[in-house]
């Protein structure tokens, strides 16, 4: 699949995006929501050139141009997941166990294969086009040790047009052979591929030591001297997802105050960094994070699903700790932000930590670009920014049109989206002013009727 050229358009419907963080109040704090019941994006060669209600921007629009309708439809900017493996894609749904049984049964085996290119070319392409069918157009992304991982994951990117982060797993140690790599070779690779790809057309690279226990002292203190001379680089690793893990990196850094003081060792622990999962912190740990500035990427339906435990939103707000919605797949079990959404909501009703529509769709979008340092680029329908946008489908089920047809009010749209909406509520997905894709109703239709 080759991503369209960037033509001129209107985008003609409601639209919905946030300028700022709208709390966590019933209501969203005042300026944070811009809301067009008949609105219109206008855009030219990959950005919006104008955001507008359509009886405000039509007397200046070129004669002739195409108008999309979405009329009935919710625009909003494209969905941003901060963790997921794209290789883990063909071993979702694999029957539950605890975190470091999953990774010896199911994970490692897996990521062995994408030692030949083909299959890394493969799964690249089908985990892409199941992002866009979601409506995610943004992702941070865990290849596997072998470089080819990453060449094609951005080669498949790359002719999307699409705006991602990825970067080869590092791991040196406490792994099958075939997904070893050499202490300072493994930092070469990466050299290499930051070089051929990161700030080329609309990538970026992303450091990735696996996790503590995979990688040896020198490998990690490598890796922070890479970061440490190129801090636009992003970095992304795990921390505190599993009691069995904490314990075993006590056992492995005897001599570090905590999992976080093994990071913090080695320079890894800075703005762009992100630390998926972080459910067993301590206070201390969370203030730690938020003073570097980093953020901890909250995966519900990965804690979930491998028993993990619940994400204590709560506690990093008080801390002061930047927090994003990440899939997590192939740990966890939904590439969509909807889904996310919902579990989310979920893990905070067992905490009395109830998540509002407003807090949740604001985390997929203009949140998650934020805790990425992105949102100079996406996360926002505004005047100059890259056309990246989702439109969702109100009534895309007839459950969903039931119930959105009592709703009174936008929030409740958006809270019945946010719980009883699937892939099929994501009617578009646009990246980088093209349509990347569009559900196909009418073979769903018939494929129903037969």
């Not at 300026?31 to 039509?58: F, H, M, Q």
């Not at 057309?201 to 002292?217: E, M, N, V």
């Not at 995966?299 to 993990?308: A, D, E, K």
Request: charged share 25%.
């Amino acid at each position: 699949m080759t991503n369209p050229r960037p033509a001129m358009r209107v985008l003609r419907g409601p639209l919905l995006s946030f300028d700022a963080d709208p709390g966590d109040g019933d209501s969203p704090a005042s300026g944070s929501v811009r809301y067009l019941e008949d609105g219109a994006l206008w855009l030219d060669e990959g950005r919006i050139r104008a955001v507008a209600d359509y009886t405000e921007l039509a007397p200046r629009l070129p004669a002739g141009i195409e108008v999309v309708d979405y009329s009935g439809k919710l625009m909003m900017p494209g969905f941003i997941d901060t963790h997921v493996h794209y290789v883990q894609l063909d071993i979702m749904a694999s029957y539950g166990r605890q975190l470091l049984d999953w990774l010896n049964e199911y994970t490692f085996p897996e990521e062995c294969r994408f030692a030949e290119r083909a299959h890394a070319e493969s799964v690249a392409d089908a985990f892409l086009d199941e992002s866009l069918r979601v409506g995610t157009t943004t992702a941070q992304v865990f290849c596997t040790s072998h470089p080819g991982s990453v060449d094609a994951f951005f080669h498949a990117a790359r002719r999307r047009g699409l705006r991602m982060l990825a970067g080869k797993v590092l791991m040196d140690r406490h792994a099958p052979d075939g997904l070893l790599d050499d202490t300072l070779g493994g930092l070469a690779d990466s050299e290499r591929l930051i070089a051929d790809w990161h700030g080329r057309d609309r990538l970026g690279y992303t450091l990735t030591p696996r996790f503590a226990p995979t990688s040896t002292r020198e490998q990690l203190d490598a890796t922070g001297a890479v970061l440490r001379n190129a801090p636009d680089l992003h970095l992304q690793t795990h921390l505190s997802e599993n009691l069995g893990e904490i314990d075993w990196v006590a056992e492995l850094f005897p001599e570090c105050e905590d999992y976080l003081g093994v990071y913090e060792r080695f320079g890894l622990v800075g703005p762009r960094s992100t630390f998926a999962h972080g459910i067993h912190l301590t206070q201390p740990m969370r203030r730690r994070l938020a003073d570097a500035g980093a953020n901890i990427a909250f995966c519900p339906t990965s804690n979930l699903f491998l028993g993990s435990g619940l994400f204590d939103r709560q506690a990093c707000q008080e801390a002061g700790l930047a927090t994003s919605l990440a899939s997590d797949v192939g740990g966890g079990t939904d590439l969509s932000g909807l889904g996310t959404l919902k579990a989310a909501y979920q893990v905070g009703q067992l905490l009395d930590q109830p998540l509002t529509a407003w807090q949740g769709f604001y985390r997929l979008t203009l949140g998650n670009a934020r805790a990425l340092h992105l949102d100079e680029h996406i996360g926002r329908l505004r005047e100059g920014g890259e056309a990246d946008i989702v439109v969702l489908d109100p009534e895309a089920t007839p459950l969903l049109a039931r119930r959105t047809a009592r709703c009174r009010t936008l929030a409740e749209r958006l809270f019945a989206l946010m719980m009883l909406g699937d892939d099929r509520a994501v009617h578009a997905t646009w990246a980088n002013g093209a349509c990347v894709h569009q559900r196909d109703i009418t073979s769903q239709a018939a494929a129903v009727a037969s």
